[in-house]
Every structure is written in C-alpha cells, then in structure tokens.
C-alpha cells in the first residue's frame, strides 16, 4: 500500500480500479451457489475479461512481490478484520480463515476450499459440536477436545460445564452456520 500510496495517479487509479473488480468478484463467489461455482457459471465472459485485465496489472505483480507462487492463505485463531480479508480476497489471494484453541487440538472451524466468507471463520468440522450460551460464549464438544488441564482439577471444573468446554471466546453463527 506504501508503493501504491507512493505512486503517480494513474498508478492509484489502475489500483483501485483492480481492487474494485476483485470485490466484485468476491461479491460474485460469495453469492454463487456451489453448483455454479463448480460449473464456473458464476461470471459472464465481459466480466471475465475486466477481471483477467486486472489480474495482468495488479494482482500479478503484487503475488510475484510475495515471492510469485503464493496462490492463497490460511489464517487461523480467529477471525480477521473482514476488510482485509476482503481485501486479499480482492487481490485474488483466496484467504482460508479458521478457529480454534490448544485446548481443542486445535481446530474447531474452518471456511471451506468453496464458498469462503471472509469475517467468519468458516463452518464447524463434522466431528465437533458447537453451540453459543446465552452470553455469547462459544462451547465446544467432542472427540477432539482436552480431557483436561494436567494436575489442575480447579482449572478443569472451570472449564467444563455439563461436558462443554468453556473458550472463553464470544461467536455467534449467521444464517449459513459460518461461526464469527
């Protein structure tokens, strides 16, 4: 963003037209069912062309600056600022957002290879059982997680209520079942 902050205005121009283009083309994916995606019927062929424009002017360059082979992320822990995320997402560096404790060995959720959302991290693994208390709280069971915290019985009761592990961390789950 310096480089570009930096550069002649057309340069910023060509920029931010291309970031433009990115987000509608997240916009697209995002709205696109996974049939569709599958059967790339997502973007008409004019769309498909600006896109390839932008690809060859910015998105190109930015991925060889990253070392030229980079052709997407994962980020794990919790969830990103979504404008960022959006933002990679732009630049056509798919960005895989996930989530999760030591205690849970690690992983409880993770965006799927298809149809990511940024500013969620993703959809819970078919193994784990996820809910949200009435604070917020999010709640975790299953085969994954910690029996327990070594030598600590005081540590363990707290953590564990009725079998769910206690994060500690505040989600809540939109209307796809993608946690945030």
């Given at each position: 963003m310096e480089e570009?902050?930096?550069?002649?205005?057309?340069?910023?121009?060509?920029?931010?037209?291309?970031?433009?283009?990115?987000?509608?083309?997240?916009?697209?994916y995002i709205e696109?069912?996974?049939?569709?995606?599958?059967?790339?019927?997502?973007?008409?062929?004019?769309?498909?062309?600006?896109?390839?424009l932008a690809d060859r002017l910015v998105?190109?360059?930015?991925?060889?600056?990253?070392?030229?082979?980079?052709?997407?992320?994962?980020?794990?822990?919790g969830t990103l600022n979504p404008e960022l995320a959006k933002f990679f997402w732009a630049i056509d560096l798919p960005l895989l957002e996930g989530y999760g404790l030591t205690e849970t060995t690690p992983v409880i959720?993770?965006?799927?290879?298809?149809?990511?959302?940024?500013g969620t991290v993703g959809k819970v693994l078919p193994n784990i059982d996820v809910k949200v208390a009435e604070d917020g709280e999010v709640l975790v069971k299953g085969?994954?997680?910690?029996?327990?915290?070594?030598?600590?019985?005081?540590?363990?009761?707290?953590?564990?209520?009725?079998?769910?592990?206690?994060?500690?961390?505040l989600g809540q789950f939109d209307d796809e079942d993608y946690l945030k």
């Open positions: 570009i902050n930096q550069g002649t205005p057309v340069k910023k121009n060509v920029f931010n037209w291309a970031v433009k283009v990115g987000e509608e083309r997240y916009e697209k696109s069912s996974f049939d569709q995606l599958i059967l790339g019927e997502t973007m008409s062929k004019s769309f498909l062309r600006k896109w390839k998105y190109q360059k930015i991925k060889k600056k990253l070392g030229g082979r980079l052709r997407g992320m994962v980020s794990g822990g959720s993770t965006n799927p290879m298809i149809r990511a959302k940024a085969p994954s997680v910690m029996k327990g915290y070594y030598n600590d019985d005081e540590a363990t009761s707290q953590a564990f209520v009725d079998g769910w592990f206690h994060t500690g961390d």
